[in-house]
T-cell receptor
């Protein structure tokens, strides 16, 4: 089955700890994205990568870091510098074409205690 | 300026009736793509329909159609014959050529039996 997996589905962390969210895709997509969603709000772009070993900041990159060492994987680290990390995090991927939609993973709900 | 504007935070529709969800966009590009996604309470993002800026016909996918009015920069989603399972958040999104996706703040649709 082709798709995007995110793990874990729910994550609890203490304030001040770094935490890494996993995102893996087997769709052979070049581009991958991380979004943050807060209750009642739309998606805000954190980081995106259009090719291996390259990534760009989105609108709210502060306090986050990413890596793209493999085409299939795009992990997101939420660092202690992120002031309000409790949110729903969505990973997406797509083929590099204007007309192709993004495919989304099931999301990870991060709660910082 | 907002790239995508969805002015209806919440909408109600009677089962089996049609409903229109509004979306306006802002771009100076000639080439762009418009997308609608559905987000049920589970959190996953489900792609519904796509419209390219050069497409002359309105896109349709089953019970979903996109009312594309280029001069007005609007891309409204029409859901015909609403079903209880259509109750969800709906997001309009745009991608300009070679750039990131922009999402609206969403419309919460409730289908009443």
């Amino acid at each position: 089955d082709g798709g995007i997996t995110q793990s874990p589905k729910y994550l609890f962390r203490k304030e001040g700890q770094n935490v890494t969210l996993s995102c893996e895709q087997n769709l052979n997509h070049d581009a991958m994205y991380w979004y943050r969603q807060d209750p009642g709000q739309g998606l805000r772009l954190i980081y995106y990568s259009q090719i291996v070993n390259d990534f760009q900041k989105g609108d709210i990159a502060e306090g986050y870091s990413v890596s793209r060492e493999k085409k299939e994987s795009f992990p997101l680290t939420v660092t202690s510098a992120q002031k309000n990390p409790t949110a729903f995090y969505l990973c997406a991927s797509r083929n590099q074409d204007l007309y192709n939609e993004q495919f989304f993973g099931p999301g990870t709900r991060l709660t910082v205690l | 300026a907002q790239k995508i504007t969805q002015t209806q935070p919440g909408m109600f529709v009677q089962e089996k009736e049609a409903v229109t969800l509004d979306c306006t966009y802002d771009t100076s590009d000639q080439s762009y793509g418009l997308f609608w996604y559905k987000q049920p309470s589970s959190g996953e993002m489900i792609f519904l329909i796509y419209q390219g800026s050069y497409d002359e016909q309105n896109a349709t996918e089953g019970r979903y159609s996109l009312n594309f009015q280029k001069a007005r920069k609007s891309a409204n989603l029409v859901i015909s014959a609403s079903q209880l399972g259509d109750s969800a958040m709906y997001f309009c999104a745009m991608r300009e050529e070679r750039r990131q996706f922009y999402f609206g703040t969403g419309t919460s649709l409730t289908v009443i039996p």
